[in-house]
């Protein structure tokens, strides 16, 4: 009974390194979004899918991609690292109009 | 879109007293309301939802109300125990292709024993 899964639990980055955030379910869920989560801010919507093969910005895409080739996987991509994007990051899947499943989260240091 | 905002940011409460969180958005379209709790250092759970066509939702000592004419939706918690204490996010979306819901900032609840 996975649900959903990311790895790595925790990460640290050199400024300018590029990295993946891995995300993986297994309830078949259609829906599939990146939130990231600082201090005081809630949680703040980077990346989502409806399906496979279909991706969308949220709130705060800038210096991230997504890509949906299957159901179950939906990765994260930190293209050049800053120090502005040290967060820590959940990965979610839901049905339409239930409830969302947060992974356990990945716990991102940019130095 | 919708924007959800979220008051107070912090609830300090003694055992026993009672912690009400006030939610309200701006999309009069949005038909779904989840709340969810987040413990220290782990993912954010879903405690209860309720959807547009109900004005009030109970499970044990937690209940929420929704008002779609002045949209907002409030959480309340009655005794409050010591493992209550957490960040609690509302969240507010539609239904349809597009359910990506947006959370409000976050209440931390503190309950003093």
């Known amino acids: 009974n996975a649900g959903v899964t990311q790895t790595p639990k925790f990460q640290v980055l050199k400024t300018g390194q590029s990295m993946t955030l891995q995300c993986a379910q297994d309830m078949n869920h259609e829906y599939m979004s990146w939130y990231r989560q600082d201090p005081g801010m809630g949680l703040r919507l980077i990346h989502y899918s409806v399906g496979a093969g279909i991706t969308d910005q949220g709130e705060v895409p800038n210096g991230y991609n997504v890509s949906r080739s299957t159901t179950e996987d939906f990765p994260l991509r930190l293209l050049s690292a800053a120090p502005s994007q040290t967060s820590v990051y959940f990965c979610?899947?839901?049905?339409?109009?239930?409830?969302?499943?947060f992974g356990e989260g990945s716990w991102l240091t940019v130095v | 879109g919708e924007n959800v905002e979220q008051h107070p940011s912090t609830l300090s409460v003694q055992e026993g007293d009672s912690a009400v969180i006030k939610c309200t958005y701006s999309?009069?379209?949005?038909?779904?309301f989840p709340w969810y709790k987040q413990e220290l250092g782990k993912r954010p759970q879903l405690i209860i939802d309720?959807?547009?066509?109900?004005g009030e939702k109970k499970d044990q000592r937690i209940a929420v109300t929704l008002n779609k004419t002045a949209k907002h939706f409030s959480l309340h918690i009655t005794e409050t125990q010591p493992e209550d204490s957490a960040v609690y996010f509302c969240a507010a979306s539609k239904g349809g292709g597009s359910y990506i819901p947006t959370f409000g900032r976050g209440t931390s609840l503190i309950v003093h024993p």
């Open positions: 999309d009069s379209a949005s038909n779904y």
């Open positions: 979610a899947s839901s049905t339409t109009g239930n409830t969302i499943y």
């Open positions: 309720i959807r547009s066509n109900v």
